[in-house]
């Protein structure tokens, strides 16, 4: 924050203090009239002048230099970058200073507004993608087409068998008995959905929430065998189907693997000592990117590690892993934008792409990938090919240092309100042409 | 006895319904409910006219059609498409793929047999 609005803060915070101007220049040592000249930022303030005054209001230098509040300048930033109108950036500080309140309530309602978003997101990935619906849909379309269809003979038909009529009306009949029990069904899919606000509708649903539930870090794998894997499979009561566990135990088995190619402490001693260089860590460790992009993104959480996202797609564009972060919404059921560097990576296996990723929100994400070749046993000599790609908040100039423009992505068609893009599939929800 | 129409379909009140509708309209019906093997019953039993349902059991519509129109003796076999599934981009395969007319269940008798009349005519 620039040191021109630390008078701004100063005022504010002696304020809250209940001094007035005269006191607190008095036991800072100077007079009313400087202060007052600093508090409205017409003079630069520094050395002892700052120290008394820190001294005097009960703060820490850095607090007033700093302020507490850069977090809700940013946010306040974020705010303004998607406003439509024009907005007085260069006095967010001052707004934050002066009207802590509104601000706070600005924050607020972006944070609001954001969650909304990512919620509609959600939504509209669940109803395009979700099994359980898709496949309820065609059942209930089948059902009241072979109703409507059978219904019509009955009241067009003027002379018909009556055997023939009986088994129309228990078609009938049968069909209507499938519709109820879908309809019921589909109230009871969304009554848990409303009451839950999330539903485990599929193995990798139930992996992804014992992965959450672990914050996507396990110490007991750190240094341990394949029995500690099983062990912790079974011990957890949210893997509920054989294929959940199927999976769940093959992430853990990778897991424990990368674990042991990256010890934890010499890995997280080279990520923090390269800037987590991925290329540089690959090298150290004589392993693969993408076992990199895994590890870091299965550090232990919290401290000062960057929150990294990861995502791992295989060439049909499904999602078999996924650690979302917060701004970096991640597809449900794969369709994700086709720009993004996880597929971008599928066209040259085995060679990292980068990229700095603006979303449609204006925030600014770093992201890595590579795709490798998978062998397949037994499939006449048949590869797969499987992309990862980790992510983390980054700032616009990194694309400078990067040398590299920024690259405007999406989450998906559907949900995207981009216009003008060159490689829109379909129309969004948000009315974006084509 | 009246042209004959192959109905490939796997919902078997489906199947009765407009196997009834397209007797009662003169046509000779025979029905077929596995997508893996409709190729060879299309081609042993040689029909005027395909209706044929896009989720089947084994292949889709979209494959057996796909492999009808590599086909030169069912290049020309015209084929009415049935789907529950009306999205765009499924409307826009069936045309890519050589369909003759594409429609969404549910259907009325009157458009499904009208469909069926302009195909053959």
């Not at chain 1, 977090?71 to 500080?93: C, I, K, M, Y």
């Not at chain 1, 401290?303 to 919404?329: E, H, M, N, Q, Y």
Request: charged share 25%; glycine share 6%.
């Amino acid at each position: 924050m620039p040191r021109t609005l630390v008078g701004s803060r100063i005022r504010e915070r002696r304020e809250a203090r209940g001094l007035k101007q005269a006191d607190l220049a008095r036991r800072a040592g100077i007079s009313a009239s400087y202060l007052n000249l600093i508090e409205h930022n017409r003079r630069g303030i520094a050395g002892k002048v700052l120290l008394d005054i820190a001294e005097v209001l009960d703060l820490e230098i850095a607090q007033l230099l700093e302020g507490a509040d850069s977090a809700l300048v940013q946010e306040l930033q974020t705010a303004a970058a998607q406003a439509d109108n024009p907005v007085e950036l260069d006095r967010v500080e001052e707004l934050v200073s002066r009207f802590p309140g509104w601000a706070g309530l600005v924050a607020k309602m972006q944070r609001r507004g954001d969650q909304y978003e990512h919620t509609v997101e959600a939504l509209s990935d669940r109803l395009t993608h979700d099994p359980f619906l898709s496949e309820s849909l065609h059942e209930m379309l089948s059902s009241v087409t072979a109703i409507r269809a059978t219904s019509g003979i009955l009241t067009q038909v003027d002379t018909m068998e009556q055997l023939q009529q009986r088994r129309f009306q228990t078609n009938i009949y049968e069909e209507s008995s499938r519709l109820s029990d879908l309809s019921q069904a589909m109230v009871s899919y969304f009554d848990q959905l409303a009451e839950g606000g999330q539903t485990l509708t599929t193995p990798l649903d139930e992996v992804e929430a014992f992965l959450e539930r672990h914050h996507f870090h396990f110490a007991d794998l750190e240094a341990s065998g394949p029995e500690m894997v099983m062990s912790l499979i079974e011990q957890s009561t949210g893997l509920a189907s054989h294929s959940a566990r199927h999976i769940a135990a093959d992430v853990l088995l990778l897991y424990q693997d990368d674990a042991g190619r990256m010890p934890l402490e010499p890995f997280l001693e080279a990520a923090l000592e390269t800037g987590f260089d991925t290329a540089v860590l690959a090298a150290r460790f004589q392993v693969t990117a993408d076992a990199v992009f895994r590890r870091l993104a299965f550090l232990p959480p919290g401290g000062s590690l960057p929150d990294f996202g990861l995502i791992v797609c295989d060439g049909t564009g499904a999602v078999l892993l996924r650690k979302p972060i917060p701004g970096f919404s991640l597809p449900r059921y794969g369709s994700a934008c086709v720009l993004w560097p996880v597929y971008q990576a599928m066209t040259r296996p085995h060679a990292p792409v980068t990229a700095v990723l603006e979303t449609v929100e204006d925030r600014v994400f770093r992201a890595e990938a590579m795709a490798t070749y998978q062998p397949v046993p037994g499939a006449a000599g048949a590869q797969v090919v499987r992309s990862t790609m980790l992510f983390h908040a980054a700032r616009r100039e990194d694309a400078v240092i990067e040398g590299k423009p920024l690259l405007s992505v999406g989450l998906s068609c559907r949900i995207c309100a981009r216009e003008g893009c060159a490689v829109r599939r379909e129309p969004s929800i948000h009315s974006a042409p084509l | 006895m009246g042209k004959h129409v192959l109905l490939i379909e796997d919902e078997p009140n489906i199947i009765e319904a407009i196997s009834f509708i397209l007797r009662q309209d003169g046509w000779r019906v025979t029905t077929h409910s596995d997508g893996a093997s409709a190729a060879s019953i299309i081609e042993k039993s040689a029909p005027d006219l395909l209706v044929l349902d896009v989720m089947l059991p084994g292949k889709s519509g979209f494959e057996i059609l796909r492999d009808l129109r590599a086909t030169d003796a069912t290049r020309e076999l015209p084929v009415l498409m049935l789907t529950a599934k009306g999205q765009t981009k499924d409307r826009e395969e069936a045309l890519a793929l050589g369909v003759s007319v594409f429609m969404t269940k549910p259907f009325s008798n009157k458009e499904m047999l009208a469909a069926v009349r302009e195909l053959a005519s």
